[in-house]
């Protein structure tokens, strides 16, 4: 059975920081790419950043590059999203998620659609 569990979430003040993790199973790691999503209230999806386990190929959302850094475990089939000086604006549900990787053009979009598996979600509130 596939599985993505999140954990990590939180309340954070603005320039706070916050560490995301998500711990997968089921499938073969190394042909995944692993993504992180958000969705905010009355907002669609929107991918924050996706590395791809087997060559480290990694996209970061124009939104979030210098202050997110997404990094793999691979010893426990694991990514953590390190979020810095965090934004009342990046309060949202984090999910993260895993498509299989083609190729670094698989995943560059950062796009929803690509993906095959989805965790529950965790949410991030950040006060100003």
């Known amino acids: 059975e596939v599985q993505l569990v999140e954990s990590g979430g939180g309340m954070v003040q603005a320039g706070g920081s916050l560490r995301l993790s998500c711990a997968a199973s089921g499938f073969t790691f190394d042909d995944y790419a692993i993504g992180w999503f958000r969705q905010a209230p009355g907002k669609e999806r929107e991918g924050v950043s996706t590395l791809s386990i087997s060559d480290g190929t990694l996209y970061y959302a124009d939104s979030v590059k210098g202050r997110f850094t997404i990094v793999s475990d691979n010893a426990k089939n694991t990514v953590h999203l390190q979020m810095n000086n965090l934004k009342p604006e990046d309060t949202a549900v984090y999910y993260c998620?895993?498509?299989?990787?083609?190729?670094?053009?698989?995943?560059?979009?950062?796009?929803?659609?690509?993906?095959?598996?989805w965790g529950q979600g965790t949410q991030v509130l950040v006060s100003s």
């Open positions: 998620a895993a498509a299989p990787y083609y190729g670094p053009r698989s995943i560059a979009r950062l796009s929803h659609f690509e993906y095959d598996y």
